[in-house]
């Protein structure tokens, strides 16, 4: 299965898949996401700016991440080792429910770096929801550290920022 970049004609699956795994989420007493984020204005921006990446198992979308140089600005405040570079950003990462637990989630992400690399990049960025320890050990198995964290509204808990530098890979 191979990740492509997604376009208008698969915003209403990527919906979808989000849904899904909010709905997943919250089943697990996870609150990261809801009914408001990521909706149909996040998920048409980034399928519009081309920002948004895919796997499709047949019509449905089964895994996505979106990959931009667009940041919080909470994240001005951190002391991020790569000041001077050029940091990507990975955004709303996520594997079907169904789907969880093969790899998909690793793949994206490697894909994520690749694609940051290949497009000037030299480090990558995320926040990762405190509330999802899932979520948070897969970051930190894959390199990345943290280097403090955020708050958002509407989030009972912080959001853990971590960064990867790309660097000579």
Known sequence: MEIVRLTLRDSKRLALLYREVSAALIRAGVKQWDRFYPNRFVIGGDVRRGTAFGIHDGSEIIGAVVVDRRQSGKYNALPWLDMAGNPACIHRLAVHPDRQGHGLGKRLLRFAEAHAMRSGGTSVRLDVYTGNPG??????????????AIRYPMRKLPYLCFEKLLLGE
């Not at 948070?136 to 403090?148: F, I, L, P, T």
């Open 135 to 148: 979520a948070v050990a897969m970051y930190r198995r894959s390199g990345y550290s943290e280097v403090g």
